[in-house]
């Protein structure tokens, strides 16, 4: 197995030779070969060990284990203990999600602290049939089934194409000692559940079934990269990027087969996920959104528009003191005292200096905002104006509004009030202007 894994690792991680690398280590069989086989290729290891707290004095015995088997190879060993069950109620999170959260918020941690650039876990061939049958049983696309992949940004695993048969007689071959997890012997979770019930089965009624798996999981992964491939012409000709997010064109979309199928490939990246609201969508009212936990999609018109979740930011207040010459936030403006008016466009207003009151205030629109437009004697509702220049929701929650005391002076880069105009009686006038 040694000289396999070496090959392996030549292939498909040399980039590993001069790196520093954390292995996730909790003592199971799967950790404790993965750390020997790296230490005997001549790579940069140390180990990272997570006490959970959830199985007593059998997790304190987890990490006797690993610190006394780390000084057995002579390498740095890092553990720390949470609190798990805490953390996981605090944050209505299930077990398994908190002590995952955990574990890879630690491991960045350790990673940053001292410098390793790489962490590798103990994943095999057995645990990428298991995460294929979860994902199976859970409804998924064509990336559900592709598997664990070997490299993740900077999470390696380099037993992938082992199987948990192979590692356990590597162990015993070389008299290795492990801890055995006696949650894993309970069928409580699905995975386990697969591990124990299922798949052993599953093996027994069908000869070669890991080999014959990796076959199939490369056809889909050629399939997926073909999609891939495809999409990224889908987007050049239906996607628009804007600088608050993109555009997806559904007029274009509507023009080519399997247009459902296609956005899911455009938004399954942006966490999208419920395949039936994308689908009620495209044939719902203008004005009409979705979320995902980080994304929102907003219909407007003929088009889907795909923004980040706006902050909390639309909720406060920025205020300008008499005097300021520049701000940069929330938006960059710069305010002048002048002698005369100049050009005028959009970014671009001149106001009578006197008629304003001190501090400035820039906010965002409120139901029931009015103003009285450039030129006109009356006022006019900021939702009607929006309404009239076809403001998406989106573009309606990127404008600012500059206050001066309760009366709006500008919509910020779209209509000046007329309160505030240059008259001939003016004498002294502020040239303010938003840039870019």
């Known amino acids: 197995m040694l000289q396999t894994f070496q090959k392996n690792l030549n292939i498909q991680f040399a980039f590993l030779k001069d790196k520093k690398v954390l292995v996730a280590c909790s003592g199971g069989v799967d950790s404790i070969v993965l750390s020997l086989l790296l230490k005997k290729s001549g790579i940069s290891i140390g180990l990272a060990h997570c006490n959970f707290s959830l199985r007593g004095k059998e997790s304190d015995a987890d990490e006797s284990f690993v610190i006394d088997w780390a000084d057995r190879l ?3 060993v890092f553990t720390e203990t949470f609190d798990t069950k805490t953390f996981a109620k605090d944050n209505k999170l ?3 999600m908190a002590a995952r959260q955990l574990r890879y918020q630690w491991f960045s941690e350790v990673m940053k602290d001292f410098d390793y650039q790489y962490i590798a876990t103990g994943h095999h061939a057995d645990d990428d049939l298991e995460t294929f049958f979860i994902n199976l049983s859970r409804g998924t696309g064509l990336q559900g089934l592709t598997g664990i992949p070997e490299i993740h940004n900077a999470i390696v695993r380099p037993l ?10 590597f162990a015993t071959y070389n008299n ?3 801890r055995e997890d006696s949650s894993n012997a309970k069928t409580d979770y699905l995975r386990n559940k697969l591990r124990h019930d299922v798949i052993p089965e599953f093996k027994n009624a069908t000869e070669g079934v890991l080999q014959n798996f990796k076959k199939t999981q490369q056809f889909l992964n050629d399939s997926q990269h073909l ?3 495809y999409i990224a012409l889908v987007y050049n000709l239906a996607v628009t990027e804007n600088f608050d997010g993109y555009t997806l064109h559904l007029q274009k979309l509507k023009e080519l087969p399997h247009t459902e199928a296609l956005l899911y490939q455009l938004l ?3 966490g999208f996920t419920d395949w039936e609201a994308v689908s009620e969508l495209l044939e719902a009212q203008s004005g009409k959104q979705i979320f995902s936990e ?3 999609l907003l219909k407007d018109r003929n088009v889907f528009l795909l923004t980040k979740i706006p902050s909390e930011e639309k909720k406060e207040q920025f205020f300008i003191q008499k005097n300021t010459k520049k701000i940069d936030h929330p938006i960059k403006l710069e305010l002048n005292p002048i002698d005369k008016i100049g050009y005028i466009d959009s970014s671009v207003i001149y106001v009578d200096f006197d008629t304003l009151q001190f501090p400035l205030k820039l906010r965002k629109w409120q139901k029931g905002d009015t103003f009285q437009p450039f030129g006109m004697k009356g006022k006019k509702k900021i939702s009607k104006f929006f309404k009239d220049e076809k403001l998406s929701l989106i573009a309606k929650e990127q404008v600012w509004l500059l206050c001066s005391d309760s009366k709006i002076i500008w919509i910020v880069g779209h209509r000046v009030d007329d309160r505030f105009k240059v008259t001939p ?6 040239k303010i202007s938003v840039k870019d």
């Open 94 to 96: 299930s077990t398994q």
């Open 227 to 229: 999609i891939e491939d």
């Open 74 to 76: 002579s390498i740095p």
């Open 176 to 178: 290795l000692s492990w």
């Open 268 to 270: 399954h990246p942006f």
């Open 160 to 169: 992938l194409s082992f199987s948990r048969e192979e590692i356990v007689q």
């Open 294 to 296: 980080t994304h929102r």
């Open 425 to 430: 009686s003016t004498k002294n006038i502020l």
